[in-house]
């Protein structure tokens, strides 16, 4: 099976999640600052859904590009992905419309949990096809960008029930060691590229 | 005709079938479990249709992989397969909002059926212009897989009016069915590909 | 400028007008056949406009194939053909919550008729490119579908204020005509390539 | 990274951007023309937004047509530019309810203006990386046309202030500027290539 139409149908599903969830931002009622202001949380949590969105994108295009053949199984696991990445919009409006509270907060957290372990599966199971010596075996190494990920949305999603701050600036500083790349590791990377 | 842009097209809608989907999952009013939980039903109908919509794409790119040509009345063939999985995400709503009630959940089952008819037309069609010696009627042989499920369709439409849950069992069979390969008849299929 | 990237995106905007329509049938609010049946016109006028967009696609289709190379003024006739093609899902809307009513069906007459005369542009500036020897002016000959379809479209939007069903029917009429390819009109195409 | 990938998935974006605004056209509740007529600030609104994404669906395509490769700047350049151009629709629908009204105008020059900033960092990203020998640095030269839209859209949202007509009428002639090629300025390309 050919990655082309793998690659093209998750790049059009990715482009209409990024897309509709603006359809969200309703048109304020009034026409002063005052009326938009409520808007501005669901401003928020548009940009870091895209943001989001977008990282994903960016690192589905490297893992892909990476790949030459799919199967049947990493299909349906890049349909998985594509599934949690799918309520995002979802998350997004709710969390808009409800940014002080604990249950929406840890939600946004699950969707984004799940859209990590979802990533984790496509990525697993084509470095199992291709073998561990592969070249995104090596890019990947221990994923540990990966992996802290995941673990500080579990601690996002608990946070969310104390303090919605917290959880909130848990999923900001995820969103920013993915979009800023770090210097020392890169170097780390480059003196060592399995990142052991 | 070339397939690429039948292809290309095909894949447009598709994603955005799948994806618009997602628009219907409405923001719960309040932010606890209370509220969170009357959207049980319609994520439940909008996982199912999200398998659907995936096995679609899926046998379809191994259908029109199989294809180099393909003339006018392939198209609206397609476009005629397309029509029915559009109706998927209004079908999949109104069985969300009301899963419990027999006229809803029989309709899920209609449209699953004429897509299914439809997907059958498009295969009937390119197998017609290929003749009978070409991979295609190879692969596909008797059709069982096809028939089968035309069948749990229109006998989950009656159980509708019976038992709600029969015919969502049903409906979940026919997709368990498509996403679990089987392993006796993959077998069967290696020593028989016709599947005769 | 290559036609591929213009191809790709009259793809992707008709890809989506064609699946949002659906976005306008609205779940109704009861679950038996009386709550169902008021969506009937509004299924009945998304069927034509699905026909409708999908005659365009497939003309589209051969046009461009036809095309090497376009230039500024063909991308804005495009673009021109593409703005009437999208305002289609916000008449089809309009005409089935009002099939009874002149306004509403005299505007989807108009709407067709603007497409109709912006892909006549577009065809136009194409084979004034090409020059009159070209394969696309060959194939087009005088057109005689095309005119026949403004003539009809503009007929009905006066018939529209004087009874809605034989506007209607003209709708259905000019469809039909581009569905069913008529065999002696194939016939003299064959003998007379150019329509004369 | 090769364009291809981002060409493809700024298309899909654009092609959802300039659709989608077409799902903010209501259908009106009664079938006159009184019942039409309120919705002509909403069309007004929807004709020059659809112009301002063509417009830079067409400069975006001859951008990335000049460029072979790209680096992570870029990308992220491109989806800075996609955000700002996925607010459109939003700001289309608040001015084309309220297009009396200051706020409404002034912000929707406000998104262009960033829209034209966020274009001009992806072009000085690509030259940056291309050398200012390169081919895209030499057909943008000065960007007169660029620099002289950013101060238009700035005094449109000052003059939205004062009256709303006279920020519309900046926003209707800097469409213009990019939609009528200007003969003069042609001819000055023509024999200072570099617009100096």
Same mark, same amino acid.
């Given at each position: 099976m050919r990655t082309s139409r793998l690659e093209a149908f998750s790049d059009g599903v990715i482009a209409i999640i990024i897309t509709i969830m603006?359809?969200?931002l309703k048109a304020p009622r009034g026409t002063n600052l005052a009326a938009l202001m409520p808007l501005l949380p669901a401003l928020v949590s548009y940009v870091l859904s895209f943001i989001y969105i977008g990282i994903y994108w960016n690192n589905h295009h490297h893992m892909i590009h990476a790949t030459r053949t799919i199967n049947g199984g990493i299909m349906w696991a890049n349909l998985h992905l594509l599934f949690w990445l799918s309520l995002v919009p979802f998350v997004t409006r709710w969390v808009g419309e409800n940014?002080? #509270? #604990?249950l929406p907060t840890a939600l946004y957290g699950v969707i984004l949990l799940m859209a990590a372990v979802a990533y984790f599966i496509v990525q697993s199971a084509i470095i199992k096809m291709q073998g561990s010596g592969s070249f995104l075996a090596g890019a990947v190494g221990r994923d540990r960008k990966g992996k802290l990920s995941m673990v500080c949305y579990a601690v996002a999603i608990g946070l969310a029930f104390v303090n919605h701050w917290l959880a909130d600036a848990l999923y900001l500083f995820v969103a920013a060691m993915w979009l800023i790349p770090d210097r020392r590791i890169a170097r780390a990377m480059e003196t060592n590229p399995n990142g052991d």
């Open positions: 603006v359809l969200e940014y002080h #509270a #604990a």
